[in-house]
């Protein structure tokens, strides 16, 4: 029987168990988003995960759109990630960065008065944390083709510099209401383009993105994140298990290290009703799947028994424990997450949660 602590092979890597660190924003770069010392300490205590991947982290001034989010766009924003990637294989451990474009959720106050872009002038429902307070979101502008294939050009640029930088590989973020989420669904893309209506039309921005990170850094260095029920930033598609499944159907010939599905469980904040999308993937995508969404132990070694998956990421639970690997085989107790802590500057609520033998 598969558990969380048997090893894995990802891409080129051989993992020492299927216990993954999930992609969380954190809020703790610089103003002009460049990765902090504390962000290496947080990330080094969470060496011994399998594998850790990072928060999201925007490829270009364009993409970004989070208060004190990190970039790898710049030198400064490339060296200080260098930090990270050096305190983690200090400690024996394997990280990927996450590549965002926030896309339509972004907002004017992060992009110098200029309209933030989608595939389509669609206003997403929400606000905006910006940098001068909570502000509706606009209406963005849609890119243009040419638009489009710069755009692809700036995800295998922030993916060399990923490389440079010492990152084990990249993961393309693909959910959660972000720019290549929103040209998957038909709910945010309403083009009539190469890049719109058909399923495999609103699918080709996140495949071609995927072969060019494939190209630049090799297809064993790349995971690819989804969310097929997700409703984050208002997002939502006429038939998820048709086009999500087809997305898996075109990714399983690229060889990628990994596909990162996010399809909440019951009692997690992302969870939505509905026929679960993840077993309809299995079918299709014969290579390694990641799943998320409110796992426990229990639940993340029923899914790699039942071969849902082939390993398990964790949020919260690696957020306020560290030591998640130690309190597993322990069988806990575990640490709380302090919410109000979740995206302040500094210390509190980040590199401050004890270890067991604290």
């Known amino acids: 029987m598969t558990t969380l602590f048997d090893s894995i092979t990802v891409g080129k890597y051989s993992l020492s168990n299927r216990i993954f660190m999930s992609p969380m924003t954190r809020g703790r770069a610089e103003a002009d988003a460049v990765p902090t010392r504390i962000m ?50 200090a400690h024996g451990g394997r990280i990927f960065l996450q590549l965002w474009h926030t896309g339509r959720v972004s907002h004017p106050d992060f992009l110098d008065g200029q309209l ?20 509706p979101y606009v209406t963005p502008r849609a890119l243009t083709i ?30 959660n209401g972000y720019l290549v989420d929103e040209f998957i669904r038909d709910g945010s893309n309403k083009r009539t383009d190469e890049y719109g209506g058909s399923t495999d039309n609103r699918l080709r921005f996140l495949v071609e993105i995927t072969k060019a990170l494939a190209d630049a850094v090799g297809a064993d260095k790349v995971g690819v994140r989804l969310s097929p029920k997700g409703q984050y930033n208002d997002m939502q598609d006429s038939n998820p298990i ?6 898996a159907e075109l990714l399983n010939p690229l060889g990628l290290a990994y596909l990162h599905i996010l399809e909440a469980l019951p009692g997690h904040m992302m969870y939505a009703e509905g026929e679960r999308i993840l077993p309809h993937i299995r079918k299709v995508y014969e ?35 560290p030591d998640l690997i130690s309190r597993f085989k322990t069988d806990g107790p575990y640490n709380h997450p302090d919410f109000a802590t979740l995206y302040t500057p500094g210390e509190k609520g980040y590199i401050d949660y004890p270890v067991l033998n604290q």
């Open 242 to 247: 048709a086009t999500f499944t087809r997305a």
């Open 40 to 89: 290496a300490d947080y990330y080094g205590m969470r060496a011994d995960a399998g594998l850790l991947i990072t928060e999201a982290t925007a490829i270009s001034p364009q993409g970004y759109g989070w208060l004190n989010a990190p970039g790898i766009w710049t030198d400064a924003q490339e060296q200080g990630w260098k930090v990270v990637t050096d305190a983690v294989h």
């Open 287 to 321: 290579n390694i799947i990641v799943t998320n969404g409110g796992y426990t132990k229990a639940s993340g070694n029923m899914a790699l028994e039942n071969r849902e998956a082939d390993a398990i990421t964790f949020g919260m639970l690696y957020l306020a424990n």
């Open 116 to 135: 933030p872009v989608g595939p389509s002038a669609i206003v997403a429902q929400g606000v905006s944390h910006t940098p001068l307070g909570k502000k």
């Open 146 to 175: 040419d638009e489009i294939h710069v755009t692809i050009g700036d995800y295998a640029s922030a993916a060399k510099r990923a490389i440079r930088a010492g990152f084990d590989g990249v993961e393309l973020h693909g959910a």
